[in-house]
C-alpha cells in the first residue's frame, strides 16, 4: 500500500511559478537523507547554470522523466486584485496563503460583478507577492484529493521512480504553469552532455468523456502539440506488455513541457503519461490511489525498458 505523506508533504509546499526554489529546497534535502537507500547514487546537477531546476543522473542514461515543479497560483497587484500565475480556478471563498514582509498571509478570494478577482484580507498585502492555495490533504479508501496534485503527484512519482532507477534522468523543469522557457536549456544539456533523445513527461492530465477514474495511468497519444507517433506506439506497446492497466488519451488543447521538448532545435521523442484528475487548478484536484499505482508501475517498468 502507497504511503501518501511525502505527497501531501509536496502538496503544501509554496511553489508558484517563478518560486520553484522552495521545492527545490525540499527535494535536495530529501535526496540527500534518502539516496542512500536507492538502487544507485544519481549524480546531482544544479546550481546557476540551471536556475531553480534539478538533474538527477543514474547510471548511463538512455532516457529522461520530465516533472514540472511549480504550481498555478496569483500575484498581488493594487488595490487588493490578483493577477493569475497559470490558469488557476477562482471561486470566491477560496483560500489563499503566502508571506509577505508584514509576516504570514491567510486570505480568501472575493470575486466581484464584473468578475474581477479580489484577495480578502485585514490588511494591505505587498505589491507582487505570490499566493497559492491553502493545502487541504484529503485521502480516502480510493482517492487523493489536494490542491497542487498537478505537478506534486509527477514528482512523487519521480521520487519513487528514483528508489530503483538503474539508469536514467530526472529532470525536475520550472515554469511549465506560466508559458515554460527551462526545457531548452535542460534539453541542450540532456543531448548534449548525455546523448539522451526520449523522454517520458510525468505530469498529470484531466478526466473527460475518454479517460475515467480508475482505469489506469493515461498514456496521451497527443494533445495540443502531436508527438511523433512512432515513439508513442512503441510506448502503447511497451504497456501492453506490462499488464500494467492503462487508457489512451486524444486530446485537441492542454499541454506540457513535451511541447517544449517538440519545438527544440534536438531531435527529442516525448510521450506524456499521467494519472488522470478531476478539479484542474483548484483546491479540490482529485486522483484515484488506482490511477496513482498504474503511473508508479508504469513508469518503474518503461525506464527498465527503454
Known amino acids: 500500500m502507497t504511503d501518501y505523506r511525502l505527497l501531501q508533504q509536496l502538496c503544501s509546499i509554496h511553489a508558484p511559478s517563478g518560486e520553484e526554489y522552495m521545492i527545490k529546497n525540499f527535494l535536495l534535502q530529501y535526496i540527500k537523507k534518502n539516496q542512500t537507500d ?30 514540472h515543479m511549480d504550481s498555478v497560483g496569483f500575484s498581488v497587484r493594487y488595490e ?70 498537478d505537478n506534486r503527484l509527477g514528482i512523487f512519482n519521480c521520487l ?34 548525455y546523448g539522451v533523445h526520449q523522454a517520458l513527461i510525468s505530469d498529470i492530465t484531466w478526466v ?37 492497466p492503462f487508457q489512451l488519451e486524444v486530446e485537441a488543447s492542454g499541454g506540457s513541457d513535451g511541447r517544449e521538448l517538440q519545438e527544440s532545435p534536438y ?9 488522470p484528475e478531476d478539479n484542474v487548478h483548484s483546491p479540490d484536484e482529485k486522483v484515484h490511489k488506482n490511477d496513482i499505482q498504474s503511473m508508479l508501475s508504469m513508469y518503474q517498468f518503461l525506464m527498465s525498458e527503454l
Open 160 to 193: 519513487k521512480l528514483a528508489e530503483t532507477l538503474e539508469n536514467g534522468m530526472i529532470v525536475f523543469s520550472a515554469y511549465e504553469e506560466h508559458g515554460g522557457g527551462t526545457v531548452p536549456f535542460l534539453a541542450k544539456f540532456m543531448v548534449e552532455k
Open 80 to 149: 487588493n486584485q490578483l493577477v493569475p500565475i497559470g490558469g488557476p480556478e477562482a471561486k470566491n471563498g477560496y483560500k489563499l496563503k503566502g508571506e509577505d514582509s508584514l509576516g504570514p498571509i491567510a486570505c480568501e478570494i472575493e470575486i466581484n460583478k464584473e468578475n474581477q478577482t479580489f484577495y480578502k484580507f485585514g490588511r494591505g498585502i505587498d505589491r507582487g507577492a505570490s499566493l497559492t492555495f491553502e493545502c487541504d490533504f484529503r485521502e480516502t479508501e480510493d482517492y487523493v484529493q489536494s490542491c497542487y496534485l
Open 208 to 244: 473527460t468523456e475518454g479517460v475515467k477514474h480508475g482505469e489506469g495511468v493515461a498514456i496521451s497519444m497527443r494533445d495540443r502539440n502531436v508527438p511523433r507517433q512512432s515513439f508513442v506506439q512503441m510506448i502503447i506497446n511497451m504497456a501492453e506488455n506490462s499488464d500494467i
Open 38 to 67: 536507492w538502487k544507485v547514487k544519481p549524480k546531482i546537477y544544479q546550481g546557476e547554470d540551471f536556475q531553480d531546476c534539478l538533474v538527477l543522473v543514474f547510471g548511463e542514461p538512455r532516457a529522461a522523466v520530465f516533472a
Open 267 to 275: 531531435p527529442i521523442d516525448w510521450c506524456f503519461i499521467g494519472a
